[in-house]
C-alpha cells in the first residue's frame, strides 16, 4: 500500500514511520509533501530516499482549492491509496477530505476529544489534568473529530510545562502512530484479500 505522509515541520513522526515501514509491512512511504519550504523534515525524507516535494501554500494562497488540487495531483502521480498527516498544519478543505475520507489518518498531541485544535499541552496543565497524551484518528470535515484509532497516555508532572510534556507525549506519539498505521494498512489488506 503507497502511503504518503504530510508535513509542515521537524518531521519527527514522519521518520517513525517511514523507519516502520520496512520488510514485510503491508506498507511503503512513496512520498512526502510539505506545505512550506521551512519544513525540516523535507530532507530528513530524502535522506532516506523518499521523494519530497514542497506545494507551498504561500505561493498558492488565498486560493486554498488551487493549493489543494495541485496535493491532489501530486498524490495522483505516485498512486497514494493512504495519508498520514504528520504535523501538518493545513486545515484541509471539505472536498479534499470527502475525497480521501477512510483513507486519510492524523495524529494529534491530546487526549481527544479533549484539547482538539492547538495548545493542546498548556491548556491540560492549566485544566489541572493528571494525564495527557496523544489520539490517532480518522480525518473527517471537523478538525480533530474523526473516529479515534489509539490514543497513547503520560501523567502531567507537578512541574511540567508545555514544553516538558509534549516531549515526553512525543515519545509515545513515535510509539504509537507506526503501530496504528500498521495495523490500519493490515486491515485494508486483509479485506481486500476476502
Ligand atoms: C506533534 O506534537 C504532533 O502530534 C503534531 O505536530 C507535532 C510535531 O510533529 N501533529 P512532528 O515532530 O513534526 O512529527
Known sequence: MNVAIL??????NMLSLIDDMTGSHPGRVMLVLSNTPKAAGISKAI???ITAKV?????????ISAFESELQNQLEAHKIDLICLAGFLHIL?????????GRILNIHPSLLPKYKGLDTHQRAIDAKDDKAGCTVHEVV??????PI???????ILRNDDALSLASRVLVQEHLLYPKVVRDFIHNISTKNSQ
Not at 506545494?55 to 486560493?63: G, S
Open 7 to 12: 508535513i509542515s515541520g521537524s518531521g519527527s
Open 141 to 146: 470535515n471537523e478538525l480533530d473529530s474523526g
Open 55 to 63: 506545494v507551498d501554500y504561500q505561493t498558492y494562497k488565498p486560493n
Open 93 to 101: 478543505g471539505s472536498n479534499f477530505i470527502a475525497a480521501w475520507e
Open 47 to 49: 535522506a532516506r530516499g
Open 149 to 155: 484509532l489509539a490514543q497513547g497516555y503520560v501523567n
